[in-house]
C-alpha cells in the first residue's frame, strides 16, 4: 500500500508560480509512473502531468505544455509539479497519484491518490 501527501499549494495570483509537491510511502517507489490530477469545482478529475517510473518519460496535457514541469526523486521518494505562469482556469484541488509498471493519462491506470491540494489563481 502506498501513501502520498501532497503539499505547496495556495493562493497566488494570476502569472505567479507555485511548487506542489508529493511524498511518497510505503512501496517501492522506482516501480511507479507518478501523475498529477487536478478537479475544478463542478467538474471532473482530468490528468495534468505524469512521469514514468524510469527513462524520465513525460507526458503533459496541452492547456499545461511550456508552463508546467514535472520531476521526481526515486532517493527521496517524492515528485515535484512545477507551476509557472498560472492562470485562473488553473484554479482547482490538485491530486497525486501513483501507477505500477504503467504509464499513462486515464484515471484508471493509477492505483493510490493523495488527499488533495487546493490551488487558487486570482485575476
Known amino acids: 500500500q502506498v501513501q502520498l501527501v501532497e503539499s505547496g499549494g495556495g493562493l497566488v495570483q494570476a502569472g505567479g508560480s507555485l511548487r506542489l509537491s508529493c511524498a511518497a510511502s510505503?512501496?517501492?517507489?522506482?516501480?511507479?509512473?507518478m501523475g498529477w490530477f487536478r478537479q475544478a469545482p463542478g467538474k471532473g478529475r482530468e490528468f495534468v502531468a505524469a512521469i514514468r517510473w524510469f527513462g524520465g518519460i513525460t507526458d503533459f496535457v496541452d492547456s499545461v505544455k511550456g508552463r508546467f514541469t514535472i520531476s521526481r526523486d526515486n532517493a527521496k521518494n517524492t515528485v515535484d509539479l512545477q507551476m509557472n505562469n498560472l492562470k485562473p482556469e488553473d484554479t482547482a484541488v490538485y491530486y497525486c497519484?501513483?501507477?505500477?509498471?504503467?504509464?499513462?493519462?486515464?484515471?484508471?491506470?493509477?492505483?493510490?491518490w493523495g488527499q488533495g491540494t487546493q490551488v487558487t489563481v486570482s485575476v
Open positions: 510505503g512501496g517501492t517507489f522506482s516501480s511507479y509512473t
Open positions: 497519484a501513483a501507477a505500477r509498471l504503467r504509464f499513462g493519462r486515464s484515471r484508471q491506470n493509477y492505483d493510490f
